[in-house]
């Protein structure tokens, strides 16, 4: 009877994350990391890549109500051993910030890595490419590193602040959140 | 046990709904709260998300108590009944009308969030941040036209130049900027005191009109327009209130715009709250449902637990009353009942082992007495059979008892038995002689029907005495015998000597008569048939002068083979099949007269066979080892029915030369033994002797 009442429990709480779980990855499967160009010059790699699908009507909703949005992009690169597993040898995590001004009717994006001041962009468009998008991204890597790396990356959503603590509530949360796959791709020092 | 996790599950409830309500109050707080009020993040996410865990498990609860009362309905659990009525009329009492106040509430805040979003409201907002924004491109036409004009003097670059410029127009400063983005030359009219921060060049085509300095004293708007290979750029101190208005109308703008994309989100929040106050008010009725069920299903339960072990005959049994009220009054009753009971039970078992008592009494004198008493009831059916009555008509108490007695008794004692059971309620008690034939022994019985009669003088039925009488009148055949075999032997006996004397003195007195036949063989016929008379006559003596048995410690085996060998050689072809028992123990009995029974038993079988054919004699201990049996089965003819009643009577023989006292003889001798003798049917279908001695 106790086992009977344990594997009712287990299966409702199952049942309960599973929804969560699905609803989160339904609404995150659409974006992706496209136009991936990785630049070798010695020691020195710049990576570019765009996200697509990272403006669900939702987000582009929210920032055009005026609400700050962050998007993540997580850059990780990986020597490849053979008989272990591989090394991280770079984590790097760039921020972009978007905020919408409807009075002037313009777009506020800051991209630390060029500079940390905003920059005004009137294009609904062009903001949009540019905050979903990392151009000529510089890794300078130590001299005298060689052989085989993978270089990972993937965007994602940073928390959303909404009015009422809504942001709280993973309901609403997870029907706006999104997260790439890994992107990765092989070089040689 | 069930009670404790009841009892658990009960507290676990309460707390849930408890913190659920100071949950959800914090909650209301926090969301009605515009400022001051501030929560970690990371509490929030925890009130919020333990809120919706601890409502899941409220309703798993609740759903698992559902369920268990569904299949305590379907097993017909006592209690689940009323629980069920109870809990329908509760949520009946709290469903409709909280349905109602749900249905009400949902369409109120619908209306009212609709009439918060209503048109106009939000067109004015759009309107002034039009205004707003006009305001802007105003300021931008206004720089761009300025830059234009004084395109020329701008190229110069002239300083003193600029700053005339600048004094003599409504702009505040210019600035030029290198197609590389660095400022060339900053001019500031003479009046404005502030530093001009410098603007981040990009490569575009046409730049937003932008505020360059927000403090709350001073706001400074700047347009930059692209000449050729330099930027120019032209700005204003702006009107500090018009601006701080416009900025406040854009916040309330953003604001609204946001409330707006929230707006159904804020409006299932409300619709969440009001349904998770709905559903804390159903499942407390639904809880407390239960647990007013319980408090009058579980004395009710205690009380029927209580009745199934009384009624398994613990009355040592008390029940506790948790409560004063008339469930109370019910539980105190309940033990005062169980209270008298006992000692109602006391009393009857006291009574029943009197009872028993007596019935063991009257039982063992029933089954010592040599009586056989079996009673029958009203109908005919038989009610109680003692061992002698078992033993007399040779069958098992067991066997017959719930029986009708006509199925079971013998003929013509059933039909005795029926005028006397139909006599209703006359009192009848009459000793009746009868002989009956019961397994081919043939018994003479005494009689006595009595009925019998309840308190009211109803007939219940009647019993029967039936004394076996068989042995008394063969003891009373033999002593009437004995007597006359005496008489016989005295009043015979004496006229046989003068008889024989008169014929031997005729026989010597008339010599020469002796030559005619006729009267030598008259005198020799009555002097020897005096003889035969004389040796018949001696044979009754002894049979009625019959000695009183010496008994003494002896082998029986001894006796049989000290006598059984001159009879192999005097009946050369009868074959003697010997088979005594090894265990057979010594007896206290009389050798010669033992001897003499074989002898007569012997003779008896060998003159039934004619002197040929299968004698065997059979030892063996009987009946607890307190009998020894000894059969004789010989191969002959066999007794008739007729005949075996009288067989051991004196003068009856089945032989023409017999005298007919040799089983008479042997029957006394076996007699004196203490012991007895039967005849029964031997396998080849001959006589069977069955001789059985006490040890």
Same mark, same amino acid.
């Given at each position: 009877?106790?086992?009977?009442?344990?594997?009712?429990?287990?299966?409702?709480?199952?049942?309960?994350?599973?929804?969560?779980?699905?609803?989160? %990855?339904?609404?995150?499967?659409?974006?992706?990391? /496209?136009?991936?160009?990785?630049?070798?010059?010695?020691?020195?790699?710049?990576?570019?890549?765009?996200?697509?699908?990272?403006?669900?009507?939702?987000?582009?909703?929210?920032?055009?109500?005026?609400?700050?949005?962050?998007?993540?992009?997580?850059?990780?690169?990986?020597?490849?051993?053979?008989?272990?597993?591989?090394?991280?040898?770079?984590?790097?995590?760039?921020?972009?910030?978007?905020?919408?001004?409807?009075?002037?009717?313009?777009?506020?994006?800051?991209?630390?890595?060029i500079s940390e001041e905003s920059y005004i962009i009137?294009?609904?468009?062009?903001?949009?490419?540019?905050?979903?998008?990392? /151009?000529?991204?510089?890794?300078?890597?130590?001299?005298?590193?060689?052989?085989?790396?993978?270089?990972?990356?993937?965007?994602?959503?940073?928390?959303?602040?909404?009015?009422? %603590?809504?942001?709280?509530?993973?309901?609403?949360?997870?029907?706006?959140?999104?997260?790439?796959?890994?992107?990765?791709?092989?070089?040689?020092? | 046990?069930?009670?404790?996790?009841?009892?658990?599950?009960?507290?676990?409830?309460?707390?849930?709904?408890?913190?659920?309500?100071?949950?959800?109050?914090?909650?209301?707080?926090?969301? +009605?709260?515009?400022?001051? @009020?501030?929560?970690?993040?990371?509490?929030?996410? @925890?009130?919020?998300?333990?809120?919706?865990?601890?409502?899941?498990?409220?309703?798993?609860?609740?759903?698992?108590?559902?369920?268990?009362?569904?299949?305590?309905?379907?097993? *017909?659990?006592?209690?689940?009944?009323?629980?069920?009525?109870?809990?329908?009329?509760?949520?009946?009492?709290?469903?409709?009308?909280?349905?109602?106040?749900?249905?009400?509430?949902?369409?109120?805040?619908?209306?009212?969030? =609709?009439?918060?979003?209503? =048109?106009?409201?939000?067109?004015?907002?759009?309107?002034?941040? &039009?205004?707003?924004?006009?305001?802007?491109?105003?300021?931008?036409?206004?720089?761009?036209?300025?830059?234009?004009?004084?395109?020329?003097?701008?190229?110069?670059?002239?300083?003193?130049?600029?700053?005339?410029?600048?004094?003599?127009?409504?702009?505040?400063?210019? &600035?030029?900027?290198?197609?590389?983005?660095?400022?060339?030359?900053?001019?500031?009219?003479?009046?404005?005191?502030? *530093?001009?921060?410098?603007?981040?060049?990009?490569?575009?085509?046409?730049?937003?009109?932008?505020?360059?300095?927000?403090?709350?004293?001073?706001?400074?708007?700047?347009?930059?327009?692209?000449?050729?290979?330099?930027?120019?750029?032209?700005?204003? =101190?702006?009107?500090?209130?018009?601006? +701080?208005?416009?900025?406040?109308?854009?916040?309330?703008?953003?604001?609204?715009?946001?409330?707006?994309?929230?707006?159904?989100?804020?409006?299932?929040?409300?619709?969440?709250?009001?349904?998770?106050?709905?559903?804390?008010?159903?499942?407390?009725?639904?809880? !407390?449902?239960?647990?007013?069920?319980?408090?009058?299903?579980?004395? #009710?339960?205690?009380?029927?637990?209580?009745?199934?072990?009384?009624?398994?005959?613990?009355?040592?049994?008390?029940?506790?009353?948790?409560?004063?009220?008339?469930?109370?009054?019910?539980?105190?009753? !309940?033990? &005062?009942?169980?209270?008298?009971?006992?000692?109602?039970?006391?009393?009857?078992?006291?009574?029943?082992?009197?009872?028993?008592?007596?019935?063991?009494?009257?039982?063992?004198?029933?089954?010592?007495?040599?009586?056989?008493?079996?009673?029958?009831?009203?109908?005919?059916?038989?009610?109680?059979?003692?061992?002698?009555?078992?033993?007399?008509?040779?069958?098992?108490?067991?066997?017959?008892?719930?029986?009708?007695?006509?199925?079971?008794?013998?003929?013509?004692?059933?039909?005795?038995?029926?005028?006397?059971?139909?006599?209703?309620?006359?009192?009848?008690?009459?000793?009746?002689?009868?002989?009956?034939?019961?397994?081919?022994?043939?018994?003479?019985?005494?009689?006595?029907?009595?009925?019998?009669?309840?308190?009211?003088?109803?007939?219940?039925? $009647?019993?029967?005495v039936s004394e076996d009488v068989t042995e008394l009148?063969?003891?009373?055949?033999?002593?009437?015998?004995?007597?006359?075999?005496?008489?016989? $032997?005295?009043?015979?006996?004496?006229?046989?000597?003068?008889?024989?004397?008169?014929?031997?003195?005729?026989?010597?007195?008339?010599?020469?008569?002796?030559?005619?036949?006729?009267?030598?063989?008259?005198?020799?016929?009555?002097? &020897?048939h005096v003889g035969i008379m004389r040796s018949l006559?001696?044979?009754?003596?002894?049979?009625?002068?019959?000695?009183?048995?010496?008994?003494?410690?002896?082998?029986?085996?001894?006796?049989?083979?000290?006598?059984?060998?001159?009879?192999?050689?005097?009946?050369?072809? #009868? *074959?003697?099949?010997?088979?005594?028992?090894?265990?057979?123990?010594?007896?206290?009995?009389?050798?010669?007269?033992?001897?003499?029974?074989?002898?007569?038993?012997?003779?008896?079988?060998? $003159?039934?066979?004619?002197?040929?054919?299968?004698?065997?004699?059979?030892?063996?201990?009987?009946?607890?080892?307190?009998?020894?049996?000894?059969?004789?089965?010989?191969?002959?003819?066999?007794?008739?029915?007729?005949?075996?009643?009288?067989?051991?009577?004196?003068?009856?023989?089945?032989?023409?030369?017999?005298?007919?006292?040799?089983?008479?003889?042997?029957?006394? #001798?076996?007699?004196?033994?203490?012991?007895?003798?039967?005849?029964?049917?031997?396998?080849?279908?001959?006589?069977?002797?069955?001789?059985?001695?006490?040890?």
């Open positions: 009877m106790k086992t009977m009442k344990k594997i009712i429990l287990l299966n409702i709480i199952i049942f309960i994350f599973s929804l969560i779980s699905a609803s989160a %990855y339904a609404s995150g499967e659409k974006a992706k990391i /496209t136009n991936f160009i990785i630049n070798k010059n010695k020691n020195t790699i710049s990576l570019s890549f765009s996200t697509e699908n990272a403006f669900s009507p939702e987000i582009s909703d929210l920032i055009q109500s005026g609400i700050p949005v962050s998007f993540s992009f997580d850059i990780q690169i990986e020597k490849i051993r053979d008989y272990l597993p591989d090394k991280t040898i770079y984590e790097k995590e760039i921020i972009h910030k978007i905020k919408y001004s409807n009075l002037t009717k313009n777009f506020f994006i800051i991209k630390p890595y009137n294009s609904k468009k062009r903001a949009q490419s540019e905050m979903s998008s990392i /151009t000529d991204f510089k890794i300078d890597l130590p001299h005298n590193l060689k052989g085989k790396f993978t270089i990972y990356a993937r965007a994602r959503l940073q928390e959303i602040t909404l009015p009422f %603590y809504m942001h709280k509530v993973f309901f609403f949360l997870s029907a706006w959140d999104f997260k790439t796959d890994w992107i990765e791709q092989e070089i040689e020092l | 046990m069930e009670k404790e996790q009841r009892k658990k599950e009960f507290k676990i409830i309460i707390a849930i709904v408890i913190l659920l309500t100071v949950l959800s109050i914090i909650e209301f707080k926090f969301f +009605t709260s515009s400022s001051g @009020f501030k929560l970690n993040s990371a509490l929030v996410f @925890f009130i919020m998300n333990l809120n919706l865990i601890l409502l899941l498990l409220l309703i798993f609860l609740i759903l698992r108590n559902l369920v268990k009362l569904y299949y305590e309905r379907k097993t *017909e659990i006592p209690g689940s009944k009323i629980k069920t009525r109870l809990l329908m009329a509760f949520i009946l009492i709290t469903v409709i009308p909280n349905a109602l106040l749900f249905i009400s509430s949902v369409n109120f805040i619908n209306s009212s969030i =609709a009439y918060w979003f209503n =048109a106009p409201v939000e067109q004015a907002l759009k309107n002034s941040m &039009e205004a707003g924004h006009e305001y802007y491109k105003y300021i931008e036409k206004n720089h761009t036209y300025f830059i234009n004009q004084n395109l020329k003097i701008f190229k110069k670059s002239n300083p003193q130049e600029l700053k005339n410029l600048i004094n003599s127009s409504p702009f505040d400063f210019v &600035e030029i900027y290198s197609k590389e983005g660095k400022r060339l030359n900053l001019v500031i009219k003479d009046k404005l005191e502030t *530093e001009i921060p410098e603007s981040r060049i990009q490569n575009i085509e046409k730049f937003p009109t932008t505020i360059a300095k927000d403090s709350d004293t001073l706001k400074l708007i700047k347009t930059i327009v692209k000449k050729n290979d330099s930027y120019i750029c032209a700005g204003v =101190a702006a009107d500090l209130e018009i601006l +701080t208005k416009f900025e406040k109308i854009s916040e309330g703008y953003d604001e609204y715009q946001q409330i707006k994309l929230m707006k159904n989100s804020v409006k299932a929040t409300y619709i969440l709250a009001l349904f998770l106050v709905s559903f804390l008010v159903l499942f407390s009725a639904v809880w !407390f449902a239960f647990y007013f069920s319980k408090t009058i299903t579980d004395p #009710i339960m205690d009380l029927v637990n209580a009745t199934k072990i009384i009624s398994k005959g613990n009355l040592d049994l008390k029940l506790k009353p948790k409560t004063d009220d008339e469930i109370g009054t019910l539980v105190n009753a !309940f033990n &005062e009942m169980t209270l008298k009971l006992k000692s109602a039970k006391i009393t009857v078992q006291k009574q029943n082992e009197e009872f028993a008592k007596r019935t063991r009494y009257i039982e063992t004198i029933l089954r010592n007495i040599s009586t056989g008493v079996v009673a029958i009831d009203s109908n005919g059916i038989i009610t109680a059979a003692n061992m002698a009555f078992e033993n007399i008509f040779k069958t098992d108490h067991r066997l017959i008892t719930g029986k009708y007695y006509k199925d079971v008794l013998p003929q013509k004692y059933c039909e005795l038995a029926q005028r006397y059971i139909n006599q209703g309620n006359k009192v009848i008690e009459e000793e009746i002689p009868v002989q009956l034939e019961i397994e081919n022994d043939t018994k003479n019985l005494l009689l006595r029907f009595s009925s019998l009669h309840d308190e009211h003088g109803k007939n219940i039925g $009647a019993v029967t009148e063969k003891a009373q055949r033999m002593a009437a015998w004995r007597e006359v075999a005496r008489q016989i $032997a005295h009043e015979v006996k004496n006229p046989l000597t003068p008889i024989s004397l008169a014929a031997q003195r005729l026989q010597r007195k008339f010599p020469q008569l002796l030559e005619d036949n006729i009267f030598n063989e008259c005198t020799k016929t009555i002097i &020897e006559v001696n044979e009754f003596a002894s049979y009625a002068r019959f000695p009183s048995p010496q008994r003494i410690l002896s082998d029986f085996k001894d006796v049989l083979n000290s006598t059984i060998p001159l009879y192999m050689e005097k009946y050369p072809e #009868i *074959e003697f099949n010997i088979k005594t028992s090894e265990k057979l123990p010594k007896i206290f009995m009389d050798k010669r007269q033992i001897s003499q029974a074989i002898i007569n038993l012997v003779e008896n079988a060998a $003159a039934a066979m004619d002197g040929k054919g299968t004698l065997e004699i059979e030892t063996e201990l009987k009946k607890n080892k307190k009998l020894v049996s000894i059969k004789f089965s010989d191969s002959g003819p066999g007794v008739t029915k007729d005949k075996r009643t009288r067989l051991f009577e004196p003068y009856f023989s089945t032989k023409k030369s017999g005298t007919g006292l040799g089983l008479t003889i042997v029957n006394s #001798i076996i007699t004196a033994h203490g012991g007895t003798i039967t005849l029964d049917e031997s396998q080849t279908g001959g006589a069977c002797f069955i001789v059985e001695l006490p040890v």
